[in-house]
């Protein structure tokens, strides 16, 4: 089967599946909508789907060694700004693109449903909630997405908006190709009172201040300046009014860094940091890891083996893109951390003025032509893996 040809007969079909997830966006774990339509459609294409934890996964092929093709699912917690007629108008929005990344896996599904007599081994699919809050990778594994058949192989592709044409993919062989990130909740507990007696209190406030400027240091003066690394604390809440010190104060944040060493440092740093800080003005602290997820690092022979079935389908422009690096952070490095993987980006931009707002933004734009690029290359990689790694 040509699989390139066969994706842009079924094109109508997934954008259609497109946008009735974007739509519908949802988020977090809890997809209903998502996962009651992803086995409605797997069940209309012939295949047997079955809950995999809050996610949906289903096979094809008969025995053999088996690739697993993933597509994330979730939104973004926020207000859709983009003006497509089909824009979410319940407050989430799919403004990082999985919307695709499920309507793609969809008719990918179906082409190898289609081809199944001339696969040679097994085609394992992940619909997967919550990459957002990297919540879904651990949610699946831990319901045996990786088991019963066993993987030995993981592919997964994510679209990108922006000002770039469609058919420009990247990828890396080298090295990191996205960071890890550990999220952090401290709460800070001290004793509240009112703010004309402070010598009552122990202030929280003044804690978490401090404790947040210690945090600034760390990368400073403790992190490998010849790694890359981030540290950022997104959220600061304390109080309820201007003359109270409160009994308690919270700051969330992340960690992110490409390089193990420097990521080991800096959380038990943070840990121990926090806890001396709040110690040393007589209060306590509770830290609570929101996330863990290491650094994204690909498999380098079997991404440059993927990048050689791409090139076999001939899609008019594709253009490949090495070495692509990024500080954002995918859970699907939870995956490659336990089999081999590779992951990529498929450009989904516009070079007009559509292409103005990046990923994450309320008014960001996806541009549709990438739906056959994405599907057929889902399917030809794992046809191709598994004539070659039988």
């Not at 651990?138 to 997964?156: F, Q, R, S, T, W």
């Not at 400073?220 to 959220?235: F, I, L, N, Q, Y």
């Not at 110690?279 to 991404?303: H, N, Q, R, W």
């Amino acid at each position: 089967m040509n699989y390139y040809e066969r994706a842009l007969e079924l094109n109508e079909d997934t954008i259609t599946n497109r946008r009735y997830f974007h739509q519908n966006a949802e988020v977090g774990l809890n997809m209903p909508k998502a996962q009651a339509y992803v086995m409605k459609k797997l069940s209309e294409y012939g295949l047997e789907p079955k809950e995999c934890g809050h996610g949906v996964t289903a096979t094809v092929g008969h025995g053999g060694k088996v690739i697993l093709l993933r597509a994330d699912m979730d939104a973004l917690p926020m207000t859709e700004e983009s003006g497509e007629s089909f824009a979410c108008p319940t407050g989430a929005a799919h403004a990082c693109g999985h919307d695709f990344h499920a309507a793609m896996l969809l008719t990918a599904a179906r082409m190898l449903k289609e081809n199944e007599a001339e696969l040679k081994g097994t085609v394992k699919f992940m619909f997967q909630p919550a990459e957002e809050t990297f919540e879904g990778s651990k949610d699946m594994i831990k319901n045996g997405i990786l088991e019963n058949p066993p993987v030995d192989a993981a592919l997964a592709y994510h679209v990108s908006p922006g000002k770039m044409p469609v058919g420009l993919y990247m990828y890396n062989s080298t090295g990191t190709m996205m960071f890890s990130v550990d999220g952090f909740k401290i709460t800070v507990t001290g004793r509240g009172a009112h703010g004309a007696y402070p010598q009552n209190s122990i202030d929280p406030v003044n804690i978490a201040v401090h404790i947040y400027l210690a945090l600034e240091a760390l990368i400073a003066r403790e992190a490998d300046p010849s790694k890359a690394c981030v540290m950022t604390v997104g959220k600061f809440h304390a109080g309820t009014a201007a003359n109270i010190i409160p009994d308690s104060a919270v700051l969330e944040g992340t960690i992110r860094s490409n390089d193990k060493t420097n990521r080991e440092l800096l959380v038990r740093r943070m840990k121990e940091v926090a806890e001396m800080t709040a110690k040393t003005y007589g209060g306590s602290v509770k830290i609570e890891m929101i996330s863990e997820v290491p650094p994204l690092i690909c498999d380098p022979a079997l991404t440059e083996e993927i990048v050689g079935y791409m090139k076999e389908l001939d899609i008019p422009g594709a253009s490949p893109y090495p070495g692509i690096s990024a500080s954002a952070s995918e859970d699907f490095a939870t995956i490659a951390e336990k089999v081999p993987s590779t992951f990529m980006y498929l450009s989904a931009g516009y070079l007009d003025e559509r292409g103005v707002h990046p990923a994450h933004n309320p008014k960001v734009q996806f541009n549709e032509a990438v739906c056959p690029i994405g599907a057929s290359c889902l399917a030809h990689c794992a046809t191709e893996w598994l004539k070659n790694n039988r």
